[in-house]
């Protein structure tokens, strides 16, 4: 089993930002920088599908990122939690329009052979939730998204997605394209270990194929702040008050 | 002529709230490129009924794909059918939801076509050959401003984003085929299964009201599920705390790795305001919280607080907004 897990570097999001002049990027000095939330979930369960192989050894998850050179501490992690070895399809401008971004992991990805590509359902920064479905129409694979399960039956992928409300048994025949939800698996601590084997084990580095953006990013901006918090009072005392004023004020009752 | 498409999401033979978003946002671009609104609508046989409700909404022709292999969602069958319709020439854009299916179809269309996405859209406009949006990111702490460039445009919106809006059409319905027979589909989706509890869900409901760890126990929820039916268009949420420890089912969960949602009313109860959760609730139109403890981060972003404990509070309210229903 030849797994790819893609991979996003991002800021810690327990801050508050600051947007950079011209106001087309966020201000990244003082930021702690890890893998995107949903991505490490994918990491997760590649390793365990690996794992769960009777020989583990002939299986092998690699880890492909998109970025400038600092991505490769975000491989280094995802290695020392167990991936095999990791690409870094280098580029220095940040990107933003999924179709570019999806095409040059695909160009990548085609060169591999990989029964099973998964990507986190979106990322955590930029969070469009369109990459690892386009990169997989650009391959002309099917995809499945945004699952909270995955088991695999032969060459058959037995998965649920959640929905709003409910949720949906899918199957597909590998090879295939799959992002992930939360759920499925919580992402390892690296060991001492793995750590000092991460740092052996081979990353390469290779220039991204990049196309022309057509969904260009114009402004960042902080949101407006809400109108600061109102508190009406205490206790159950305060509920009929809380009616009025969502039936004369807000008008939602 | 430019002409907008909407894709009109259904379930189990029922259109969902975000097909009549779709066809108004589809509307208003339609008014001013002086075009029509064309919905499309798969299902299985019966769905062509549906029909209807879209034209009241603004659709002047309802492209309809009944065919057995839609009793559930058929990605590769729909995508391939709304690519080929979009791939016309004489559509201006595509808007779809960014429910839990429109996520899915959106970025598969667009791909197909070659053109850009717009995602999860909470503003935009359409002046001729650019398409401006607003997109938040960084879990809705920072506000991101695209350029779009390219026709036929996709873009999907945030639930809410836009509020159905009735603007009575024709409706003229066609009978189309999906050029990818069903059965051939590579992905197929086995069963669709509701999960038990209110009858609305975090994709169609007005109002949110939400629990957290400071309902103290799962039995407790019963609390806010009788909330929820006083209101009568409510549906129920939860922190990721609480879908953690299996109180509510994952997809209750709201916040950065949950759902995004933005109802007219979202109510708070016994929810601290944690970062992940307020970046999928920050948008709601009005936010009341009821949290024991006045320093919680929750009260810094609602519209009401009420400090005191939630359990002794929440019956009292539920039976004052059973009340005032029954005034209204």
């Not at chain 2, 057995?68 to 590769?76: C, D, L, S, T």
């Not at chain 2, 809410?160 to 989706?189: C, D, W």
């Amino acid at each position: 089993m030849k797994i790819a897990v893609l991979i996003k570097r991002v800021p810690d999001m327990d801050v508050r930002f600051k947007i950079a002049p011209p106001g087309t990027g966020i201000d990244e000095s003082g930021l702690k920088f890890d893998i995107s939330d949903f991505d490490g979930y994918a990491v997760e369960a590649a390793l365990q599908i690996k794992e769960k192989q009777a020989d583990p050894a002939a299986s092998e998850v690699v880890v492909i990122s998109l970025g400038p050179d600092v991505v490769q501490e975000t491989l280094r992690k995802a290695m020392s939690m167990g991936a095999d070895r990791a690409v870094q399809l280098k580029h220095d401008a940040p990107l933003h329009d999924p179709y570019v971004i999806a095409g040059a992991l695909a160009a990548e990805l085609k060169t591999g052979t990989y029964d099973l590509i998964m990507f986190g359902r979106k990322s955590i920064d930029t969070a469009n939730e369109a990459t690892g479905t386009i990169a997989a129409e650009r391959l002309g694979l099917p995809v499945i998204t945004a699952l909270s399960k995955l088991e695999i039956d032969g060459t058959t992928l037995k998965m649920r997605r959640e929905l709003e409300g409910a949720y949906e048994l899918v199957e597909c025949a590998m090879p295939a394209v799959v992002t992930i939800d939360e759920g499925i698996a919580r992402p390892r601590y690296p060991s001492l270990k793995g750590i000092m084997a991460a740092k052996k084990k081979p990353l390469e580095v290779k220039p991204a194929q990049v196309g022309e953006e057509r969904y260009k990013l114009e402004k960042m901006e902080l949101p407006p702040e809400r109108a600061a918090g109102r508190i009406i009072g205490e206790g159950k005392d305060a509920v009929p008050e809380l009616v009025r004023l969502l039936k004369e004020e807000a008008k939602v009752l | 002529m430019a002409n907008v498409l909407a894709f009109a999401e259904q379930r189990g033979g029922e259109l969902r709230r975000a097909a009549l978003e779709a066809v108004t946002a589809a509307r208003g671009v339609a008014d001013s490129a002086r075009g029509e609104v064309h919905a499309l609508l798969f299902g299985a046989a019966g769905i062509g009924a549906s029909a209807a409700k879209l034209a009241a909404h603004g659709a002047d022709v309802v492209f309809v794909c009944e065919d057995a292999a839609f009793e559930h969602y058929n990605p590769e069958a729909i995508a391939a059918t709304v690519a080929g319709r979009l791939g016309t020439g004489e559509y201006r854009a595509a808007f779809f939801v960014a429910s839990a299916q429109g996520r899915d179809l959106a970025p598969r269309v667009a791909a197909k076509l070659k053109v850009p996405l717009a995602s999860d859209v909470t503003e935009f406009s359409v002046a001729g050959d650019a398409v401006h949006v607003k997109h938040p990111g960084y879990t809705g702490k920072v506000i991101q401003s695209f350029k779009l460039t390219g026709s036929p445009a996709v873009i999907s919106l945030r639930p809410g984003a836009v509020l159905p809006r009735e603007n009575p059409k024709p409706g003229r319905t066609e009978n189309i085929q999906s050029p990818v027979p069903g059965p051939q589909s590579r992905v197929r989706v086995t069963a669709t299964v509701r999960a038990e509890g209110a009858k609305l869900d975090l994709g169609e409901a007005p109002v949110i009201i939400s629990g957290g760890r400071g309902l103290k126990e799962a039995g407790n929820f019963k609390l806010v599920e009788d909330l929820a039916s006083a209101f009568g268009n409510a549906a129920v949420g939860a922190t990721r705390a609480v879908t953690d420890d299996g109180w509510r089912p994952h997809s209750d969960q709201i916040g950065q790795t949950g759902r995004l949602v933005s109802p007219q009313l979202y109510i708070a109860c016994g929810i601290s305001g944690a970062i992940q959760h307020l970046a999928g609730m920050r948008t709601s139109k009005t936010i009341v919280a009821i949290n024991r403890d006045k320093e919680a981060p929750i009260f810094k972003i609602a519209d009401y607080g009420i400090v005191g404990d939630v359990l002794e509070i929440l019956p009292v309210l539920t039976a004052a907004v059973k009340e005032a229903k029954k005034g209204a």
